[in-house]
Each structure stands twice: as structure tokens, then as C-alpha cells.
């Protein structure tokens, strides 16, 4: 079964909206929007699925896939990649602009594939790779459970930040 990524978290989420008059935020998406409000004067690029989030999204931020300086990137540009494929990935598409968010589905990686060792924690490592992306990338937040449970398929909750 494929997952429909511009519907999936819509589908899931729906249910929620039914008990309450506004849409539900997940933890790691109001990680992301704290951050991208937090950046001034950023026009955002969306490279990430078109779900409710992302027109809530627009209520706080400018959002225009041609004349930006900011890039939120995850979703199914970073499915199935290996260590050197996103970070090649993440390079082309942050290229030129002074703000970027990441966020990785760690699962999603499939193997490690450039010339240097990993830790043995999964979080670290991903430090490192994004790290080995651009020394300026930080980690937005740890969370104590990256799992299907806490919709991790949904928005990616290994997320960081970067302002140049």
C-alpha cells in the first residue's frame, strides 16, 4: 500500500476536527511554524506535502515557490534516501537561501553511504549527517518518541533549523 502523502495526515487528523472548531496541530508542526515565524523578512519556498497544515501555514507566514529566501523541505522529496542522497538534496534545494527547515523521517533513510562513521544513537547521527550538510544546521527539538505513534509519517519529527 502507498501512502498518499498530500492526504495522509489530513485523513488521520480529521477525526480530531470533529471535537474541536479549529484544525489540530501536531507537536512537531508548531516546532516547524515557532521556527519559520521566528525568521524576518522570509519569503518560504514549500517543498513538503499540500495538506490543511500548509494552509495554516499561510495564515502566519508568505509562502511563494518562486521569489523566496526561506525553504521548508520534507515529505517525499526525502523519501528513500541515503546519507549522500540528502544531503546532495537538501544542498540543491537549500542553494542561495538564508533560511531552511529539514525535517527527516528517520526511517526513511535507507543506507549510509559517505566516508565517515555514524554513532550508534539514531538522533546523533543525524545530528552529524545534517551537521556534514552545513555546520549551521541545528536541531529544533528532541523528542522522547520518534514513532508511528506520534504521526512521524505525518511531519517528521528529526527537524532542523538554519539561519545564515
Not at 80 to 90: R, V
Not at 96 to 102: A, E, F, R
Not at 119 to 127: E, M, N, Q
Amino acid at each position: 500500500m502507498t501512502v498518499d502523502h498530500n492526504r495522509w495526515r489530513d485523513q488521520q487528523l480529521n477525526g480530531f476536527k470533529n471535537l474541536s472548531n479549529s484544525y489540530p496541530i501536531l507537536e512537531q508542526e508548531l516546532v516547524m511554524l515557532n521556527f519559520v515565524k521566528s525568521c524576518p523578512n522570509s519569503i518560504w519556498r514549500w517543498t513538503a506535502p499540500n495538506t490543511q497544515f500548509k494552509k495554516i501555514c499561510q495564515e502566519h507566514i508568505a509562502i511563494n515557490n518562486v521569489d523566496y529566501n526561506g525553504l521548508i523541505l520534507f515529505g517525499t522529496t526525502l523519501l528513500q534516501q541515503t546519507t549522500y542522497s540528502l544531503i546532495t538534496t537538501i544542498r540543491e534545494l537549500a542553494h542561495g537561501c538564508d533560511y531552511v527547515y529539514v525535517a527527516i523521517n528517520r526511517y526513511e533513510l535507507t543506507r549510509h553511504d559517505l566516508n565517515f562513521d555514524l554513532p550508534d544513537d539514531i538522533a546523533d547521527s543525524l545530528d552529524l549527517i545534517m551537521r556534514h550538510c552545513n555546520p549551521q544546521f541545528k536541531r529544533l527539538h528532541t523528542f522522547d518518541q520518534v514513532d508511528g505513534n506520534h504521526m512521524v509519517a505525518a511531519h517528521p519529527m528529526d527537524c532542523y533549523g538554519l539561519c545564515i
